[in-house]
């Protein structure tokens, strides 16, 4: 599919009340076009991988590895272990080989999910079309599955990830980086800690940690793993800033246009919380053409990526387009 055509999903369903202090008179944009193809095959694989894990190796931790396994299993989209299949199948290596660096990733987001919703944080009640970790298990438990999974994602890439010493250290450190005070840790804590007026600059580096640094990682790793850098992964790395960045903006987008069985999470969660978000700062319209402009540049550094980018391409299409 081309960008062609395509719009994130502004207005899918009548808007009523605020959608923010920049949109308060803006009318509803008209509806978009349908979802792109999402590489279903390639979730099933992950899937498949990630159902296979064990974590306790004793009965006395049995509950944990439960509500691990509760929310790891709960359906998500797996755009970032996805993304990392696409990105070795990019550079020629066969995405199987792949598997333990993305199923990794995929445990530092749901980790990251885990604790997202927590009360403290934005106090969410349901999660991939489930009661959140902490409603079926309570707080104490879901921190530490969060922390559990965390942990258990470096264990997972030092274990069982293929590569030369030097390379799977170069991509742990990656990883942990963009997990980190620099990366989703330090985006959380400026989402939890920011003003509703925070400024548009403000908002962009806001959402570039908390949601970019672990897409960019989920490319970035890849190459790193495979002792590329430089010249030959640097339009790959350009594609996945691109894509973080339109990922965050549709994910804003959604949490006032969506649909909330589709989505599988509460709408307006950012708006009960007064959170800045792209919508609250640029208004729905606006979000809508920004989301297409990351989208445009995205799709542009990928036709600079070589030959086999297809399947990049429709994810990048499908973040776009995406519903859920
Ligand atoms: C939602 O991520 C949280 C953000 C980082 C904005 P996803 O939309 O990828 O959630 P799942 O993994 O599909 O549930
Ligand atoms: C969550 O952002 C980002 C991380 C979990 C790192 P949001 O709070 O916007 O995600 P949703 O909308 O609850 O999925
Ligand atoms: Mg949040
Ligand atoms: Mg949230
Ligand atoms: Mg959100």
Do not use: W
């Not at 944009?29 to 979730?43: C, F, V, W």
């Not at 010249?231 to 969506?258: C, K, N, W, Y």
């Amino acid at each position: 599919m081309t960008d062609r055509g395509t719009r994130p999903p502004v207005a899918a369903e009548p808007l009523t009340g605020s959608t923010g202090a920049g949109d308060r008179s803006a009318p509803a944009a008209a509806p978009t076009s349908t979802e792109a193809t999402y590489p279903t095959e390639i979730q099933a694989e992950v899937d498949l991988f990630l159902a296979g894990l064990a974590f306790a190796s004793e009965g006395t931790t049995r509950g944990l590895e439960e509500a691990m396994r509760y929310s790891l299993l709960a359906g998500g989209k797996r755009i970032r272990p996805v993304l990392s299949l696409a990105t070795a199948e990019a550079l020629g290596r066969d995405p199987q080989e792949l598997l333990p660096l993305a199923g990794a990733i995929e445990l530092v987001h749901t980790y990251s999910l885990i604790h997202d919703d927590l009360p403290a944080m934005d106090d969410d009640d349901l999660r991939r079309g489930r009661p959140t970790c902490h409603v079926a298990y309570g707080e104490d438990v879901a921190i530490l599955a969060g922390d559990g999974l965390f942990a258990e994602a470096l264990r997972l890439v030092l274990e069982r990830q293929d590569g030369r010493p030097e390379h799977l250290l170069a991509c742990v450190r990656e990883l942990v980086a963009a997990a980190g005070v620099n990366g989703m840790v330090g985006g959380q804590y400026l989402d939890v800690t920011a003003s509703a007026d925070l400024d548009a600059a403000g908002v962009r580096r806001l959402q570039e940690l908390k949601t970019g640094r672990l897409i960019c990682a989920s490319v970035d790793c890849v190459g790193l793993v495979s002792g590329l850098s430089g010249p030959d992964t640097m339009a790959l790395s350009r594609f996945a800033t691109e894509l973080g960045t339109l990922f965050q903006i549709v994910d804003d987008i959604l949490d006032v246009t969506g649909d909330e069985v589709s989505l599988g999470k509460r709408l307006r969660s950012d708006e009960r919380h007064g959170k800045p978000t792209y919508v609250t700062t640029f208004g729905l319209e606006r979000s809508g053409d920004l989301a297409e402009k990351h989208h445009r540049r995205a799709r542009a550094a990928l036709a600079e990526a070589g030959e086999r980018t297809g399947t990049l391409e429709q994810i990048a299409d499908y973040i776009l387009t995406r519903r859920r």
